[in-house]
C-alpha cells in the first residue's frame, strides 16, 4: 500500500562494522577459524553483525526492551551452534534467524503475561524506530502500525515486519521466521488484512 515507502524510514542503530585484528576476513573464514576455537574470529563476526542483529531485533519488538539480551543471546547460541551452520557465507542470515526466534519466544511470553494480567503492554518506542529526519505524520503513522502490531499474533506480525518494514524478499522472511513460502504469505496477508480493517 501507501504506507510502505514511509516505513523505510525506519531508523538503523550502530556504525559500521569494525576493522579489528580479524575485520579483513570474510564470514567464511571467520566462521572457519572460530569452528576451530579462535575467539577473536567470533568477535570479529560479533563486531560486523551486531548492529544488523540490533537493528531486527529493535524493528520487529519496537522498542529497544531487553534487546542487548536478545543478542547477547543469539551470538552467544550461534557460537554454540556454529558446527550446525551448513552454509558458512549464511552466517549473517542465520544469526538473523536466531534472532528471530528469540524475539518470537518474548513476544510469546509477553503476550501471554499481559493476558493474564501480569505485565502491560510495552510502549511504542518512537526514538528506537524513526528516522530523525521523520516528519511528524510518519512518527504517528509508525506509530499507529506498531500498535496494531503489538495486538498480532507474533508469528503475523514477525512476518510481516521482515516483508515490510526490512524488505526482505519472502523467500528470505520464510528462511529468517523458520517456515515454509507458503505459511510467510498467509502470515503476511492475515497481517496486511488486520492492518487495513
Not at 552466517?91 to 505485565?119: E, P, Q
Amino acid at each position: 500500500g501507501s504506507a510502505n515507502p514511509r516505513l523505510r524510514l525506519v531508523r538503523r542503530v550502530g556504525g559500521e562494522p569494525g576493522a579489528g585484528p580479524r575485520g579483513g576476513l570474510d564470514d567464511v573464514q571467520l566462521v572457519a577459524l572460530a569452528r576451530d576455537g579462535d575467539v577473536r574470529a567470533f568477535e570479529a563476526l560479533y563486531r560486523r553483525h551486531a548492529a544488523f542483529a540490533m537493528n531486527l531485533a529493535v524493528r520487529i519488538q519496537g522498542s529497544i526492551s531487553d534487546v542487548e539480551d536478545v543478542v547477547h543471546d543469539a551470538f552467544l547460541r550461534a557460537q554454540l551452534r556454529l558446527g550446525e551452520l551448513r552454509e558458512t557465507s549464511a552466517f549473517k542470515s542465520w544469526l538473523g534467524s536466531i534472532v528471530v526466534r528469540l524475539v518470537r519466544s518474548r513476544l510469546r511470553r509477553r503476550r501471554l503475561l499481559s493476558a493474564v494480567g501480569f505485565t502491560a503492554p510495552e510502549p511504542v518506542d518512537l526514538d528506537a524506530i524513526a528516522s530523525p529526519e521523520a516528519d511528524p505524520e510518519v512518527r504517528a503513522l509508525l506509530a499507529q502500525v506498531y500498535a496494531l502490531l503489538r495486538t498480532m499474533n507474533p508469528d503475523d506480525r514477525i512476518a510481516w515486519t521482515l516483508r515490510h518494514v526490512e524488505r526482505h524478499r519472502l523467500e528470505e522472511v520464510a528462511d529468517l521466521a523458520g517456515c515454509s513460502l507458503a505459511t510467510a504469505k498467509r502470515r503476511i496477508t492475515r497481517a496486511q488484512r488486520f492492518l487495513a480493517d
